[in-house]
């Protein structure tokens, strides 16, 4: 009996532990190679550094300073927390064992980077029309969105391509990452206001795709997105773990090219009304016409 509920606790415990692969091509393989540097050093040279040094590892994670002039400094991971940056660690260690670090030969790095054929993938980096904390997620082949976790809320969403990274990955961050593909919606402001006060207090990755977590004044809110087939729109998921005390009103204006419903509450003129109850968990449906 003992063996049996041992052997369930192992296998449970397996179960949950992150995927540090998974980690690794969301939030770090757009700066680092196995076996040459990007914008950020190769994995082999990772692995040299901190191969002994879990702590310093996370510690570089979370608090990353600048120690090449000619590189842009490494945004911090500090949202991952230190159980997913010990899982990238691992498989870090795990792909790099017995690579060689390749000379410089003059090749395009970026011929084969993950913008390209990974999905869904998750990228931080500077976007157009977004602040310095934007955020891309592709979710597949046709749809991509930008949200902003400066300021916690989606600022466009659209389709037929991702982004080329190569500007930003070229010019160390000087310059933003293109666009590839149509804008189809835009949000200028907040569904909770514009002057409401909010703070950003991560994401987590469920089947590869963010769950943004924030405050919004006094509210606590998870939000995610899904990808409606064919590129034809998204589907807006909100979740609040602690209801208003009173009837929520959200502003999604939208456009005369998208079309929003929700399936709680009352949305007239772009303006959803949502007892406490109904706030509790809602969802948007945007339809790109």
């Known amino acids: 009996m003992k063996f049996l509920l041992l052997s369930a606790l192992l ?11 998974l980690l690794f091509t969301q ?8 076996d040459t540097k990007l914008v950020g050093p190769s994995l082999v040279e990772i692995t040299n550094l901190y191969g002994k040094n879990p702590d310093g590892f996370v510690h570089w994670c979370t608090t990353p300073g600048k120690k090449r002039p000619e590189t842009i400094e490494m945004p911090s991971m ?22 060689v670090e ?26 157009p029309n977004a602040g310095p904390a934007a955020i891309a997620v592709a979710f597949d082949a046709k749809t991509s969105l930008c949200w902003d976790a400066g300021v916690c809320r989606l600022r466009y ?31 200028s402001v907040s569904p909770f206001g514009s002057k409401t006060p909010v703070a950003f207090h991560g994401y987590d990755l469920i089947g590869g795709l963010p769950v943004f977590r924030y405050s919004a004044g006094a509210l606590e809110v998870g939000e995610s997105f899904k990808a409606l087939p064919d590129g034809k729109g998204i589907e807006r998921h909100f979740t609040l773990t602690t ?23 009352t949305l007239a003129k772009g ?7 109904e706030a509790r968990d809602f ?6 016409r």
């Open 11 to 21: 296998v449970l415990a397996a179960a949950a532990e992150p995927d540090g692969k």
């Open 27 to 34: 939030n770090c393989s757009p700066c680092h190679a196995p």
């Open 78 to 99: 500090a949202h991952l927390g230190e159980e997913n940056l010990l899982a990238i660690r691992r498989y870090i260690l795990k792909i790099s064992k017995g690579v």
């Open 102 to 127: 390749k000379m410089d030969t003059g090749e395009d790095p970026f011929a084969t980077a993950p913008t390209l054929v990974a999905r869904p993938l998750v990228q931080r980096i500077f976007m």
């Open 157 to 187: 969403a659209w389709t037929d391509g991702f982004i080329d990274g190569y500007p930003y990955w070229r010019g160390n961050g000087s310059n933003l990452a293109k666009i590839v593909g149509k804008i189809r919606y835009t949000e």
């Open 243 to 265: 209801p208003p005390s009173g009837p929520l009103t959200l502003l999604f204006p939208g456009d005369s090219k998208t079309s929003i419903i929700s399936d709680h509450g």
């Open 271 to 277: 303006i959803l009304t949502l007892t406490p109850n």
């Open 283 to 288: 969802t948007l449906t945007l339809t790109f």
